[in-house]
């Protein structure tokens, strides 16, 4: 199987999920049509989907999602529910220059912004109070 066709497939997997897996998750997938697929196959081919925008690592979770957002130009917020596991992506405007002015009153320099937030979803939220 081609780098390209790797790709495909992850992205596919992913699509499939509809949820974060981890680079080991998606390669039990990947080995379903080849066997042979090895762990240096399945980060390849997420680290071109990330840089490409088509794919986020979660980082608190060390796992990866599909972008569910198009043409975002910072960094997602990632919102983690611990209880089911389901993240929502939002990208609101302006946030990376917040971060960036934020940061830049200590005197730091950002080369990377990542924004997980983890809590309850609203269903699971719900669930949890008291009636």
Same mark, same amino acid.
């Given at each position: *199987?081609?780098?390209?066709?790797?790709? #495909?497939?992850?992205?596919?997997?992913?699509?499939?999920?509809?949820?974060? *897996?981890?680079?080991?998750?998606?390669?039990? %997938?990947?080995?379903?049509?080849?066997?042979?697929?090895?762990?240096?196959?399945?980060?390849?081919?997420?680290? &071109?989907?990330?840089? &490409? /925008?088509?794919?986020?690592?979660?980082? &608190?979770?060390?796992?990866?999602?599909?972008?569910? /957002?198009? $043409?975002?130009? $910072?960094?997602?917020?990632? =919102?983690?529910? @611990?209880?089911?596991?389901?993240?929502?992506? @939002?990208?609101? %405007? $302006?946030?990376?220059?917040?971060? =960036?002015?934020?940061?830049?009153?200590? $005197?730091?320099?950002?080369?990377?912004?990542?924004?997980?937030?983890? /809590?309850?979803?609203?269903?699971?939220? #719900?669930?949890? &109070?008291?009636?």
């Amino acid at each position: *199987m081609k780098r390209a066709k790797h790709k #495909e497939r992850v992205l596919e997997i992913l699509r499939e999920r509809q949820g974060p *897996m981890t680079a080991y998750e998606i390669l039990g %997938e990947l080995r379903a049509v080849n066997p042979k697929a090895a762990p240096p196959t399945v980060y390849r081919a997420l680290k &071109s989907l990330t840089d &490409s /925008g088509c794919v986020h690592r979660i980082e &608190s979770l060390n796992a990866f999602l599909l972008c569910q /957002g198009a $043409g975002h130009e $910072g960094p997602p917020v990632m =919102s983690i529910c @611990s209880d089911c596991g389901r993240v929502d992506e @939002s990208a609101p %405007e $302006g946030l990376l220059q917040e971060l =960036s002015g934020l940061a830049a009153k200590t $005197g730091f320099t950002p080369k990377r912004h990542v924004v997980e937030v983890h /809590g309850l979803c609203s269903d699971c939220d #719900e669930r949890s &109070s008291p009636a």
